[in-house]
């Protein structure tokens, strides 16, 4: 039976065991940064395969200098840990990988300054977010994005998801799977938890990270193989709502949403309302990416169990 781990305070143990005090800083006021590093289970091979390990910790280091958070991890140092924890936790199935780094001390007193800061990773089993063969039917939200002079989205701190969290809501509650969110200048930003592209005609475009987007990791991938697998461009720029209705594609990129395509936005069909063959065909190559299949990226893959069939 697969037992789910955690890494807390330098140490590895039973997810169950993992517990905060009340008063941690970060819990209290939002000043974590973490990540959402997905593992995808490869039956074949009876493997787990981490996916794009190195941009995630990447990342994870310009939010903690953004949030002035003390990390003093290696990239081997966080490797080691993260495969080490999958391990020991067994799942033979898909997983999602938390690690957050935060302001930990158990004091009262909102800033930055002056506390101290702790690491800690968990995993737990994690299936798909969103139907990526259906697509989601998305509205626009009447929650804007968080700007770069409130809070900055490009640094993925866990305050920020009460702004994900109000659209989700409002969207789900008003019958549609995801709300794609505006920035105070009325361009589209991104969904709660997924960046945002249109196919045009031959190339893509997405909206730049003056956009306020969290520069996703799965928005490079698909940049990466559109680019290099398919041909096919990727401009960034701003996008405004509407062309969002009359665009031959809509997807969304995300490391919970994979690359899930967008069939319908405000009760509008986005091209004839299914999912579109240039979102197809990236989607093939990802999931074979993404599961370890594909020997040209093999890069991007960490597997995490020693033991393997050959
Ligand atoms: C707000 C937001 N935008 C975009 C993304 C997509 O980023 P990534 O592809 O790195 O998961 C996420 C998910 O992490 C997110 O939470």
């Given amino acids: 039976m697969p037992t789910p781990h955690a890494y807390f305070q330098k140490q590895f143990m039973p997810l169950a065991e993992a517990k905060i005090g009340i008063m941690t800083h970060a819990f209290n006021y939002g000043t974590g940064v973490f990540e959402g590093i997905r593992g995808n289970w490869n039956d074949a091979e009876q493997q787990l395969y981490l996916f794009r390990l190195k941009e995630h910790y990447d990342r994870l280091r310009k939010s903690c200098r953004i949030m002035r958070i003390d990390f003093q991890y290696s ?6 840990l993260t495969t080490r924890l999958v391990e020991m936790s067994g799942f033979q199935e898909d997983v999602y990988i938390r690690p957050l780094a935060y302001k930990s001390s158990e004091v009262l ?7 101290e800061d702790d690491f800690l990773l968990f995993v737990a089993p994690f299936g798909p977010y969103l139907d990526v063969e259906k697509g989601a039917r998305c509205c626009t939200s009447s929650w804007r994005r968080v700007e770069d002079t409130g809070i900055p ?4 701190i866990t305050g920020i998801y009460a702004n994900s969290a109000l659209a989700k809501t409002e969207a789900q509650l008003n019958g549609f799977d995801e709300a794609i969110m505006l920035d105070e200048r009325g361009h589209v930003s991104e969904g709660s938890g997924e960046n945002i ?9 997405t909206p730049p990270p003056s956009s306020n987007i969290l520069v996703g990791i799965t928005r490079d991938t698909v940049i990466t193989l559109a680019r290099e697998e398919l041909g096919i461009q990727t401009v960034e720029r701003d996008i405004d ?4 209705y009359t665009a031959d594609e809509c997807f969304m ?22 999912m579109g063959p240039v979102a ?8 074979d990416i993404i599961t370890g299949r594909n020997p040209k990226y093999a890069s991007w893959c960490t597997p995490c169990y020693s033991k393997v069939k050959a």
């Fill in 75 to 80: 990239d081997e140092e966080l490797y080691s």
């Fill in 109 to 115: 007193g909102v800033r930055l300054h002056d506390l």
């Fill in 153 to 156: 989205a490009r640094a993925k």
């Fill in 197 to 205: 592209f249109v196919v045009d005609g031959e190339r893509l475009i």
């Fill in 241 to 244: 709502r509407t062309e969002l």
């Fill in 253 to 274: 990129t995300g490391t919970a949403a994979h690359i899930t395509p967008v069939v319908e936005l405000d009760h509008r069909p986005i091209g004839d309302g299914k």
């Fill in 280 to 287: 197809k065909r990236l989607m093939r190559l990802y999931f």
